[in-house]
């Protein structure tokens, strides 16, 4: 059912959110549960040779590894067709001549960045604070001195910028934190400094997708469980939003949203995106 009158633009690529939408995982990253239909939807498209991939706005792996941590749970997804945030991130800093950067995160949230050629240090280590840039991601053990570390680079110069400005994903436990929207939130809390955020629901993120799929971003179905997230991503770059109700929102919620996240369609299961493309 459609949520407006006007037609979308003609969907050219699709790109499937993961925690909520094509499965739910524990609260440690762990184990998956893939959620009905995703695996028939992904090999009916992949047998279709459509365009598709897949944005996490989890950090915690390289996107080569979480691909196949998917496919052993049996979604077909090849490693160029996974994106996180740090995908998006190491192409916007190289572009950007940025060399070294202070990574708040595991070592899988730098991987994308220190492949790109970009130079990471963490907390602790020499020069942790002379950086050009700070970027959080997946940091379930921040502390204090991470915090330090982050506002003495930022004092000193340093740009912020973060893998996720979302509260909260779904996993089979129910909703949990992201961790970058809080250590996001102390940092700023001190050094007043603007971040820029390269997952959902950046534009950053959204042209990267479109790239990937070949194709331009009002070209793009935006397939996801949460209003402020994949909502609003495809309401600013003129995609087109598909909501599923499998992860945090409901129907009635998703019909409630006000324009700046509403929908174009609310799914009544993953298999509609079949029809979508039609």
Known sequence: MRTERQPAPQIKGLM???????????????????????????????ERNFPFVLLTNGSNYPPAEQAAKLRDSGLPVEDAQMITPSSVTAHHLSR?????????????????????GIQTVYTGETGAAEVDAVYVGWHPECGMK????A??????????????????FATRQGRTIGYSFAIVGAIRRLTRAPVTVMGK????ALRFVAKRLGTTM??????????????????????TALAVTTGITSREEWLRQSQRCRPHRVLADLHEVLRCIA
Request: charged content about 20%; proline content about 5%; overall charge neutral.
């Open 16 to 46: 499937f959110d993961v925690d909520g939408t094509l499965l739910l995982s524990d609260r440690a990253l762990g184990g998956y549960q893939v959620l009905p239909g995703a695996r028939e939807v992904l090999c009916a498209l992949r």
């Open 96 to 116: 950007r001549g940025i060399r070294r950067v202070l990574v708040l995160g595991t070592r899988g949230v730098g991987y994308a960045l220190a492949q790109a």
């Open 146 to 149: 991470d915090i330090e570390t």
């Open 151 to 168: 506002a003495q680079a930022i004092w000193s110069g340093a740009k912020l910028f973060s893998a996720s400005d979302v509260p909260f």
């Open 201 to 204: 629901p950046s534009l950053h």
């Open 218 to 239: 009002p070209h793009v179905g935006v397939v996801g469980d949460d209003p402020i997230v994949e909502g609003v991503m495809a309401r600013r770059g003129g995609a």
